[in-house]
Each structure stands twice: as C-alpha cells, then as structure tokens.
C-alpha cells in the first residue's frame, strides 16, 4: 500500500472518530444545561469547548458565548478545527484522496454525513440541533458497521488504528476538563450538580448502563474514572484504545513480519496500564496523569507516522 | 424545435413515425412507460449518481466545485452493423496514428515524402522536443484514444477530434451501464446489448503488455494530479477496477533512471504508468519547472526504457487541430487504404483563402483554436452574439494560424427525459480505442453526450452537457423481438 494512502486512512479513522465525539459532547452538553440555571448552562457550553480545546478559538470571534453560539461553533464553525463540520469535511477530502482503498460502503458512509452537515446554515434551536446530530450518528454508526465489513487487510487497519488513537485522546480530555474544569466554583464535590456532571460524562461515552452493569451502586467520581480509564471491557476507555492500538499494529507486523517503535511504544503503553489502580492514579494526580497520557498518544501518533513513511 | 431535417437515433428520419430497424423494442418501452414511472427512474439515477459521489468539477465554477454529469436514462442505440462499420474505421484511424507519432519522431518519412507540410509537424506547439528519438516500448504511443464522433444521417459518420492524449469519460460509460441495469432491466432483455463491463480487464491487459521487456511480472499505477482534478473520480474509479495503486507524483521517485513507488513497506519499482497529467507537468527537469504533479527524473527514466508512459509523451500531436485536418492523408500514408471515417470540412485559417471564407461565413461556422480542448475557446457562429463574432474576427485577423473552422452540423438527436416531457437532443459520441503490444481493440461501447439545452450543440460536460449510455446491439440483433 501506498504511504500516501495509508496516511489518508489513517486521518479518516481520527477525523470519523473525532466528529463523532463532538457529536455526543453536543448532545450532552445540551443536556446537561438543560439541567440548571443559566448560569451553569454557560458554564457548560465553556467546558464542552475547552474539551475539544476550542476555547481560544472561539474567544479569538467577536461573539459572546450563549448556548446558541456555542452549539454553532462546535457543530457547524468553519473557524472551529474540532466542529463537526469542520472534521466531516476533512474526513472526506482523505476519502476522496484515498478511494480506492475504500469499499463504496464506508465511502458512502462518509459522503452521507457530509452531505448532511454541509449545507447547514445554523444548527437551530436546541432540539434542530439535537436532530442534527442525531442524524450525523447515523451516518457514522454506518461507517463504523462498513468498516467492520472491509477485508481485513491494511486498509482496515489503518482507519482502525486511527480512530484508537483518536479515541484514546477524547477520552482522556473529557475526564481531564471535568476534574479541573466541570465543576464551578463554590460547588461542592459530590453535590447535585457535580452528579448531574458525572452522568453527562457516562452519557457522552455511552457508559450509563455500563456503568450500572459494573458497579451496582450509585454513581461515584472515581469509579467514572475506573470505568473510562481501566477497564478493558468499556470500549471507550484508555485502556480499550491502548489495546485496540497494540491490536492493530500487531495486524501489520504479523503480515510483514518486521515491528517499529510504534509497537514497541504501543506495548509499552498497555503493559503499565494493565498494573494500574485508580487509586494510584488519584493520589499521583488524575491531572498530571492524563497529560501524561495525551502526550504519550502523541507520541505514538507520530511513531505511527514515522514507521509507515506517512510523511 | 430541432431543424425538420435532423437524424434522430431512435426514430431516424420519420419523425416519431416509425423507429429505425432493430429499435422498436426501445420505442415500444418508451411508449409504454408511464411519463411518472420514468420520472421516478430518472429521479433514483441522479440520487444514485450523487450518494456515489461520482462528480465533475466544473473549471471557472468555484460554487459547483463538485457536480455530478447529468444522466438520462434513455440509450442511444446503434446497430451491430453500424458498429461494425464504426469499430472498423476507428481501429484503422488509430493505427495510423501510432504510425504517425512513430514516424514523426523517429525516422519522419512523410515529412520527407512531402505527404503533409513539414512545418505543421516540426513548428507545432505540442511536438514534444524532448520526445524525438525516445522510443517508446514496443513502439505504441497513443495506447488509449477517444475518437469524437457525429452524426448527421444513417450512414453519415464524421470523426470531430481524436483525443490521443488522455482521453477521459470511459467511467461514465461504466458507471451508465451500471445505473442502466439497476433501473431499466428490461431493456436489457427486450435488446441484446453488448456488455462493456470487460473495459477494466482490457486496459489492464493494454497497460501490461506495453511494459518494458525486461519486467517479468510488471508494476502497473495510475498517475493522477490528485483529487482536486476534475477527473479524479475517473481515475480513481479505473484504478480501482483494475487493482493497480493510485498514485500522484509525490508518490513516485525516481532512483538511477528507475521509477518506484513509496509504500508502506519500502520503495517497489514500476513498469507502466498510465498517466492522467499531461505531457507538461510530467517532469520538473524536463518540462514546466513549476510543475509539483510530475515526478523529477521521470522522462530519463521513460527514454532510458526502463518505464512506459501511457500514452506515451508526445502523443498529443496526434489530435492537435491542424494535424486533424491531415488526417486523411496520414491515414493513406500509413495504411494504403483509402480513411473509413471521415473528417469534418476543415478550412485552416493558416491559409489565405480559408481565412477568407471563414471571416465571410462566420455566421455560419464553428471556429476553434488549434489547442484547445474541452469545449473553451470555440466559437458556434450561429448561436453567437454580434459581439462574439467580432471578437473572433479579430482574434482570426491577428493569429490566423491559431484557428481552423469547421460547418454547424446538423448532429443527430437522441430521444431525452427533459422538463417537459421527451424532446430530442443533440449527441456526440466518444468511443475508447486500445493499442496494445499485439492487437488494436475497441469496447463495443462508449460515452454518448448529450446537450441538454433545446437546440444547443455543445455537449462538453464542462459546459453543462449530460451523458446517456450507448447501446451496440449484438450481431443478428436486426429483427428479434
């Protein structure tokens, strides 16, 4: 396979995977700020750009922050690197760069969700805008299932391979703003509005009934963080990703029979996850943890690169 | 209205009376199909066209950066006699081609003979310098050529263009085919259609046989500008029909006179590269320096015989306009036979008299520039405002050499799915010719467009034109059903 194209793949599999992440944050963000008083409504819509580290870019327009511009700017804002638009658009300049390498399913699966979101002037009021994303779901939900019906074969790897790493990033940032950022200040851990957080969290990653399955109780921080940083069977945990990662670069080296810094790293990585407790990660800083995280993703990300000659 | 005396494909000359022999199957389905039922057809192939993201970039277009080619679900028809005649002449006018871009740049015997003017040849803006002496493996140049075609009565067939550069359009000949049998099935059962699914496998088999001898088991790509190029659907839909990478230049270098490609695992040498950029980006070092599509080194590596360029560099003469008005000759030159297709009257404004007439008749004629393609820069002298026509009377006065005219003809009209119900519309036809190693073959097939617009006679898909499959009818076709 050509570099070229291997990188191409490998920046839909991030870009589906990063618009669809900013799907569910909208999603939830306009849930939860639904919940409570204005005031925590705007201060959710700042977490949820702060997520997808979009707060200077939006602070850089010459437009207050209301729910309404916020939603604009995450799903539609050209401005915005991280908005839906903004990702679908880039997911499909790689595919049409690379559509050879593509069944016309997955193709077709990501045509779609563009040709929903390109048009649209505004996203409306919060429920237009909840169809909204609901729609584009739909269309990476198909692409996600078309995916899953490629041969198995490079071209399949290298869209997989991207979207764990992509995942593994959103992950960590969610967890991160919401320690540091979610709650406002004077709130109490633990209160109302600090659970109502928590479960907007699980909802974003589709984890509430996950997280009922594996703990029985009520709702505890640390046990979100248990949940959405160790435990391999939630697929959307750090550790899910950082295995899917090993998992996919162990694909190529089996078929070649030579491994890179990307495996080794890769390895690595889930070797010292897999003797982790959340307990040792809180008392070590959740914070300091999760940076340490996203920037050792990072850095598979560009051992990737390197490796495959995407360069 | 179209003129009284116009062909139409479907029902000849008689007006909507009677259809020509071996269609009435087709105006018997046309009669019968309910104008909703075909509404609903024409409506699922656009959704179809466009869910599959098969589009065209317009140039000068910036806000239909990406538009699908209109299609119409009704087929142009030919006879497997009229194809037979057709595919018979075009195989000829090809092989003169190749003998005559083999000629020119090697030994130039009809320049010596003194059958065509020197000048044209030597003086001729696309007669590739760098190209003399290369001889391309097994000695094919134009491996791939569309020939324009219209028509203007039964048996009256005139060749408008050779395109022996890097003709495109054969995707939508595919991809019609595919949306015919998807929405029109029983066309298929109440005609015996040739199929044309095997193009993929004959250009594949053209691209191989045409590798340098050395290559045992030869490395075949398709070089594309990339997807911002208007064709990139093409491209990639031909590369991936045929299982060879699609590559752009950056994908290529050149090491020591050998072209390879960069892949996941390393460098892999290539032996054939069918090329969709022309001649003048293929190589920095040897054409425009500017140029980041081509490869550097690429045109040593092709005159070192260690690549084929398909087409080979250089071919573009072949359909150049003042070339085109030799044709006759050349194919009489090289063949020994007297040309089977025929070309329009072409008065080449480079002489005198020609100019003359054409700045007399202005009104009337079709004027073209020698190096366009596309359908840009012409001029259709009876549809032009006064302004228009003034301006080519300037433009011929100042560069005469520049310009060839040509008569309005009357084109053939195909029956079409318009606003208001079926109008006929005027086509061209584009078939595809294939020059392999050993044998010159043509897909029993091509791209039929169409001028959507009443009356109008440019069918260019860059100027608005849509495209219609194009059935050949199988032999002892004539009378069944």
Known sequence: ?311 | MAAPTVFDELWGTSRGRKARPGLEPLAAWLAELPPAELDRRQQAAEAAFRSLGITFAVYGEEKAAERIIPFDIIPRVFTAREWADLSAGLEQRVRAINAFLGDIYGPRRILADGAIPADIVLGNSQFCVPCADARPPHGVFAHICGIDLVRTGPDEFWVLEDNARTPSGVSYMLENREAMLRLCPELFEILPVEPVDSYPEMLRETLLSVAPKRARDPVAVLLTPGHHNSAYYEHSFLADNMGIELVEGRDLEVDDGVVFMRTIDGPVRVDVIYRRIDDAYLDPLVFRPDSMLGVPGLMAAYIAGNVSLVNAPGSGIGDDKAIYSYMPEIVRYYTGEEPKLHNVETWRCREPQALKYTLDNLEKLVVKPVDGSGGYGLMVGPTASRAEIETFRSALKAEPHHYIAQPTLALSTVPTFTERGIAPRHVDFRPFVLTGAEEVKTVPGGLTRVALREGSLVVNSSQGGGTKDSFILEDGAEGIA
């Open chain 1, 1 to 311: 396979m050509l570099s070229r194209t291997a990188a191409h793949l490998y920046w839909i599999g991030r870009y589906m995977e990063r618009a669809e992440f900013a799907c569910r944050l909208v999603e939830a963000t306009i849930r939860l700020s639904a919940l409570g008083h204005q005031a925590e409504g705007d201060h959710a819509w700042r977490s949820a750009l702060s997520v997808v580290g979009a707060e200077r870019a939006f602070g850089e327009q010459s437009e207050p922050l209301t729910p309404f511009s916020a939603r604009r700017f995450l799903t539609l804002g050209e401005e915005n690197g991280a908005s839906i638009r903004t990702c679908l658009a880039a997911a499909r300049n790689n595919a049409r760069a690379a559509r050879t390498a593509l069944t016309v399913e997955v193709w077709q699966a990501i045509n779609r969700a563009w040709l929903i979101i390109r048009d649209r002037a505004s996203p409306g009021g919060a429920q237009a805008t909840l169809n909204l994303v609901e729609d584009v779901k739909a269309e990476t939900r198909g692409f996600e299932g078309a995916l899953g019906r490629m041969l198995r074969t490079e071209g399949s790897w290298f869209m997989h391979l991207g979207s764990s790493i992509e995942r593994g990033d959103n992950t960590a940032r969610l967890l991160d703003v919401k320690y540091y950022l979610l709650l406002p200040p004077g709130e109490e851990v633990g209160g109302t509005l600090d659970r109502d957080q928590w479960s907007t969290i699980l909802q974003i990653v589709s984890a509430r009934t996950a997280y009922r399955h594996l703990y029985q109780g009520p709702l505890q921080p640390w046990l979100v963080g248990d949940l959405l940083i160790l435990r391999g069977e939630m697929p959307r945990s750090l550790t899910a990703s950082a295995e899917e990662t090993v998992t996919h670069l162990a694909a190529f080296a089996a078929r070649s029979g030579r491994q890179g810094a990307a495996d080794r790293l890769a390895r690595q990585r889930l070797a010292r996850m897999q003797d982790l407790d959340i307990e040792t990660i809180i008392q070590r800083g959740l914070h300091e943890w999760l940076h340490a995280y996203i920037a050792e993703n990072a850095a598979i990300d560009r051992a990737i690169a390197d490796q495959f000659r995407f360069a």
